[in-house]
């Protein structure tokens, strides 16, 4: 018989001191909580990564996987399969992007490396730059890399090399530009994307690629900026990448977080992974515009992905928005996020340790923690995690609740489906430990 060596002996884990991962082993799952193989329970308060939106195995995802591999489990994209033709269409449907395409990836780094291809080749500009953001996260393939503004791995790719160009970000709490108030924070970034895309040269740019609202770095856009850096794009004559891969699939309280902006705030192109599937088979897309599609239409396609579009993956991507549909988990996730804002707001009134609330469009909330609330002085450097955080995550798991933790900031993302009675025993849990570590401690 073979004995198995533990998996911290063997893996090479993603975004961890390998020496110092010590993940429970998952047997199991349901709704928004997950088993051990130990025997515990333990509620899942960011969705793994801000992923299973519809909470673990769900029932007909997990039915329609099952049929699909019944029938058909694999063919290229030179052959047609129904799962992946229908997909496309409920997308497009849903994004209100009649006549357009979809192009499927495998996750989201490699839909954003894609929709740049695709937005580089419609356009006609094979080298066109990107203008991308500080202090974002577009995933960890080489080009997702130099996409992502991330301080971590900022020596291992030169963004230059890439044809990328960063700015700098509408974080109001900490406005670059000095602003007093969150608004005027998201119009001068946004007018600062046109300053630059003037400075590089309109011809010169072939997209503009943010996230319209949530994001791994905790950065919210303030309402006025989305929308003016749609009219920074057209005003280029440059394509507008959404990157969806977080915010869509009613995490931010709408199918894709442009649409609380509406027609003002509709992209080119959206990228789109993690929720598309509620993360039970990996798969990611890139969903364009009738415009970007016809430009397309008689071009070869220099690019494409063996797995990309596999009918397993669809199928899930299929059951799952017909869930999203037909539980109502958007509107869902819109109502509960603003409830679940309104009591984070009620929880930095006790806890001075709490500088800034954001988000609660839809369930995805971040706390920034600061070591005094008047200098706004953080608790630890960016993008250390401060002890006193550290603390609160380890004693919520040990109470058997997971929370996501980056940097200084704690982030909120259950899954869509979570009872209300969990997010409200997580506040008081959250509650208790904030005061039980009341006191600053640096990292
Ligand atoms: C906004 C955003 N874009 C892209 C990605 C990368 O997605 P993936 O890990 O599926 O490659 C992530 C992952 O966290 C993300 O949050």
């Known amino acids: 018989m073979t004995t198995h060596r533990p998996e911290r002996e063997s893996v090479l884990h993603n975004w961890t001191v390998q020496s110092a991962w010590d993940g429970p082993e998952i047997v199991g799952g349901e709704g928004a909580r997950l088993f051990t193989a130990d025997g515990r329970s333990i509620l899942d308060f960011s969705s793994q990564s801000e992923c299973s939106n519809l909470g673990h195995q769900h029932p007909a995802v997990v039915r329609a996987i099952r049929e699909q591999a019944e029938r058909l489990c694999y063919v290229s994209n030179a052959w047609g399969a129904a799962p992946r033709a229908r997909l496309a269409e409920m997308l497009l449907e849903k994004s209100g992007d009649a006549g357009g395409r979809v192009f499927f990836t495998l996750g989201g780094a490699d839909a954003n490396e894609h929709a740049v291809k695709i937005a580089r080749q419609a356009l006609g500009r094979p080298r066109g730059i990107v203008v991308a953001r500080d202090r974002s996260y577009h995933g960890a393939t080489h080009a997702a890399m130099a996409l992502s503004g991330d301080s971590r791995t900022r020596d291992q790719v030169d963004p230059a090399t890439f044809g990328v160009v960063h700015a700098l970000p509408p974080y109001a709490y900490r406005c670059p530009f000095g602003t007093t108030t969150p608004e005027a924070c998201g119009a001068r970034a946004a007018a600062h994307v046109s300053e630059l895309i003037g400075r590089i040269g309109r011809d010169e740019v072939a997209a503009v690629l943010m996230e319209p609202n949530a994001g791994t770095n905790g950065i919210i856009a303030p309402d006025s900026y989305w929308p003016q850096v749609r009219a920074a794009a057209t005003w280029a004559g440059a394509y507008l990448i959404a990157d969806e891969v977080m915010s869509g699939f009613g995490r931010c309280g709408e199918w894709f977080a442009w649409q609380r902006y509406g027609e003002a705030g509709r992209p080119d192109l959206m990228t789109l992974a993690k929720g598309l599937t509620g993360a039970h088979l990996p798969l990611g897309a890139v969903v364009m515009s009738a415009a970007v599609a016809a430009r397309l239409e008689d071009q070869m396609l220099l690019t494409g992905l063996t797995f990309g579009g596999h009918p397993l993956s669809c199928a899930a991507g299929v059951a799952a928005m017909e869930a999203y549909e037909s539980e109502g988990l958007?509107?869902?996730?819109?109502r509960l996020g603003a409830e679940l804002f309104t009591a984070l707001r009620a929880l930095q009134e006790r806890h001075p340790t709490i500088g800034d609330v954001r988000g609660g469009h839809g369930l995805f909330a971040v706390l920034e923690f600061v070591e005094?609330?008047?200098?706004?002085?953080?608790?630890?450097?960016?993008?250390?995690?401060?002890?006193?955080?550290?603390?609160?995550?380890?004693?919520?798991?040990?109470?058997?609740?997971?929370?996501?933790?980056?940097?200084n900031l704690l982030i909120l993302a259950p899954p869509l489906v979570v009872a209300e009675q969990d997010i409200a025993d997580t506040l008081a849990l959250l509650d208790r430990l904030l005061t039980a570590h009341a006191a600053p401690h640096r990292p």
């Open 330 to 334: 958007i509107e869902r996730s819109r």
């Open 372 to 407: 005094d609330r008047r200098s706004r002085a953080p608790l630890a450097p960016w993008p250390q995690v401060p002890l006193m955080l550290r603390r609160v995550l380890t004693d919520a798991m040990a109470a058997g609740v997971s929370l996501a933790v980056r940097g």
